[in-house]
């Protein structure tokens, strides 16, 4: 059987408490993992939607690498 996850990458630790109490409730049945960034990934002005594909790519490839 596999493991369904909700991943959910998020700024800062106070997106994590926000977020965490809300969809806990709404989907009991999976695991929801969070992976807080400590930073903005949109926030630099040379920022592309390419870039930040990527970055979202690489966060998700090591989190799952790394085993939840």
Known sequence: MT???ILFLVEGPTD???LAV???KLVNNHDIEFDV???DITADEDMT???IEERI????TEVFTEGL
Do not use: C, M, Q, S
């Open 16 to 18: 994590e408490d926000a």
């Open 57 to 60: 790519d690489g966060k998700r």
């Open 3 to 5: 493991k369904k996850v």
């Open 22 to 24: 809300i969809f806990t």
């Open 37 to 39: 960034l400590h930073t």
């Open 49 to 51: 939607v390419k870039y």
